[in-house]
Nanobody
Framework: QVQLVESGGGSVQAGGSLRLSCAAS????????MGWFRQAPGKEREGVAA????????YYADSVKGRFTISQDNAKNTVYLQMNSLKPEDTAMYYC??????????????????WGQGTQVTVSS
């Protein structure tokens, strides 16, 4: 059974940091695309960052470049999202997702085969 379990969300003040984790199990973790998405109330789900687990290539949305860093620990089948300089507009539910192929279309939600349940991030001004 495939599982993606997110953790690390919480409430912080603007300028603060959080690190999200996504632990994957139940499928072959290597050589696939792991993405982080977020969805704020009343808005569509949007891509934040992605990493190709086979080679470590990373991808970022313009809104988070320079502030967020995606990384992985292959030994733990875990992907991380380090979020620094957080802004109130980063407030959202954050989801981890797995695409069993490369990250060629990492922003497209329909490309992903599995999704986690999400972890809430709230940034206050």
């Amino acid at each position: 059974q495939v599982q993606l379990v997110e953790s690390g969300g919480g409430s912080v003040q603007a300028g603060g940091s959080l690190r999200l984790s996504c632990a994957a199990s139940g499928y072959t973790y290597s050589s696939n695309c792991m993405g982080w998405f977020r969805q704020a109330p009343g808005k569509e789900r949007e891509g934040v960052a992605a990493i190709y687990t086979g080679g470590g290539s990373t991808y970022y949305a313009d809104s988070v470049k320079g502030r967020f860093t995606i990384s992985q620990d292959n030994a733990k089948n875990t992907v991380y999202l380090q979020m620094n300089s957080l802004k109130p507009e980063d407030t959202a539910m954050y989801y981890c997702a797995a695409d069993l192929r490369r990250c060629s279309s990492w922003l497209h939600l329909e490309e992903y085969n599995y999704w986690g349940q999400g972890t809430q991030v709230t940034v206050s001004s």
